[in-house]
Nanobody, 117 residues
Framework: QVQLVESGGGLVQVGGSLRLSCAAS????????MGWYRQAPGKQRELVAG???????NYVDSVKGRFTISRDNAKNAVYLQMNSLKPEDTAVYYC???????????WGKGTLVTVSS
């Protein structure tokens, strides 16, 4: 079982930036596909960005050009750089281990991002 711990959330003004980090332990991190998800109040959890074990990435349309997912296998970490933040980016952001089918088999506890206008 993989343990995931997110950090880096907080309060930021519109147009600002944040970098989320996720520390993973418990398995060979480099073999894992990872993702960042978010859940806003009253909405379903959605995939924001994913990164395969080879480093290929994908993004939800609403964050393309603003967010960047990356990984550092030497540090067992995955990151989400968020730029040009908007109020609609306000949500709890979760790090997750993704299966080959796109489902999730491990979740972190989440970190809150609040974008104020």
């Amino acid at each position: 079982q993989v343990q995931l711990v997110e950090s880096g959330g907080g309060l930021v003004q519109v147009g600002g930036s944040l970098r989320l980090s996720c520390a993973a332990s418990g398995r060979t991190f480099s073999s894992l596909a990872m993702g960042w998800y978010r859940q806003a109040p009253g909405k379903q959890r959605e995939l924001v960005a994913g990164i395969t074990r080879s480093g290929s990435t994908n993004y939800v349309d609403s964050v393309k050009g603003r967010f960047t997912i990356s990984r550092d296998n030497a540090k067992n970490a995955v990151y989400l750089q968020m730029n040009s933040l908007k109020p609609e980016d306000t949500a709890v952001y979760y790090c997750a281990v993704r299966t080959a089918y796109g489902t999730v088999n491990s979740w972190g506890k989440g970190t809150l991002v609040t974008v104020s206008s």
